[in-house]
């Protein structure tokens, strides 16, 4: 754990349970070899994971790996959550481990995904000379005390991969829309439940003082 971490405020540190399914590489056009996948999460419990090594099948390769995991990430001076990198490296081995080759790589900022539902999205490589795509599914949930904070707007990958991408992306899209939408009236309805906590705050303050107005007028008339 770095230094910087004991200085920053407890109320700019939030709290995520990460769950993402690693599912598939799709459209490869290599055969040979074995694939699998390193993945490096800046700010986890868990810094560092692999996948199994799997063969490809119809062009596809298939792990359906599940990373789950607690994330801490701070909460800028200007309120939106700083960077949370993921980097996931495509790898393919050859001749029993003697040759490991860089098949691609992709970069996420874990911090878009925050107030999102469970999204299913196919990621285009960066770094690649093919075109595969890899699906991940991806969700982030708040574990620690409503703090408020903004979140970075989601970025759009490039889709890939002819008429059954097209379809896929048309798909992909529309969730993404329905749950930018959700997030949209999450931070609306978070400030509805930090408005009715203090109306409560201030019903039992009010109450309080009533009662404590009533107890002292007792005592000036004893029974």
Known sequence: MSLSSFVIPRNR?????LEILIEELANVPLVAG????KWKLKNGKKTNGITER???KYHSIVWRYKLHNSVQIVIGKDGVLVPCELSIKVKQELNGGKEVNNIGKLLLNLSEYVGLNSMTRR?????SKINSTLKLTINMKQT???IAFKVPPLKKTQMFGGIAGIISERTERQDDERSIKFRQNFGIHYM???????S???IF?????KTYHFIVSCEFFPS
């Open 13 to 17: 540190k939030v709290q995520f349970e």
């Open 34 to 37: 074995l694939y699998y996948i």
């Open 54 to 56: 799997a063969l490809i």
């Open 123 to 127: 990621y285009l490589l960066q770094d």
């Open 144 to 146: 620690s005390e409503n």
């Open 192 to 198: 509805a439940r930090s408005r009715s906590a203090t």
């Open 200 to 202: 409560l705050v201030s």
């Open 205 to 209: 303050t009010s109450i309080s003082n």
